[in-house]
């Protein structure tokens, strides 16, 4: 939780497809299509190689991590950690945007 690393933790729901509120995507992601642009994707290694391979002329690059671990989904928050859970919504969207600390 964000008292072990004593820095609150801000969550920003970005929604689906709408490239125009997320800054990276917006900048970067039409530089990784160019990079990807008609190449056949048959292994993830192919897919790792091109994203790594991926800049701009301003010196923006990838850096591409894989995650090969396998999460366990349908996890619940207990009761007790939920009463001691400090969240602060946004003014902005704040179904969206907050930040929680403990």
């Known amino acids: 939780m964000s ?3 004593g820095v609150p933790i801000r969550v920003a729901h970005l929604p689906s497809y709408c490239s125009k509120y ?3 995507e917006r900048r970067f992601f ?4 160019r990079t990807c642009s008609g190449r056949l994707f ?3 290694e192919t897919v790792v190689d091109l994203m790594r391979q991926t800049s701009t002329r301003t010196g923006l690059w990838a850096t591409v991590n894989v995650i090969r671990r396998a999460y366990q989904t349908g996890q619940k928050l207990s009761e007790e ?4 859970l400090k969240i602060i919504y946004d003014q902005v969207l ?3 945007n907050y930040t929680t600390c403990l």
């Open 3 to 5: 008292d072990s690393i």
């Open 22 to 24: 997320n800054p990276i």
């Open 30 to 33: 039409s530089h990784v299509g």
């Open 42 to 44: 048959d292994s993830l």
């Open 81 to 84: 950690l939920k009463s001691e």
């Open 94 to 96: 704040p179904k969206w």
